[in-house]
């Protein structure tokens, strides 16, 4: 339709613990529940101009 478009992309980790989040599940193999590291992936796509 000939509007201009923008993006931008980001990607990032973060550590649970990092946040005082420590809950975590003991698993019946020997491994936990839910791993330390959360990974975030951001995708941005806008318009701009009328």
Do not use: P, W
């Not at 613990?17 to 020997?30: C, F, I, K, R, V």
């Amino acid at each position: 339709m000939g509007n201009e478009k923008v993006g931008f992309s980001a990607n990032g980790s973060l550590k649970r613990s990092d946040y005082g989040l420590t809950y975590n599940a003991a698993l019946e193999t020997g491994g936990v529940l839910i791993g330390d590291e959360v990974k975030i992936s951001i995708e941005i796509e806008a318009n701009i101009g009328a």
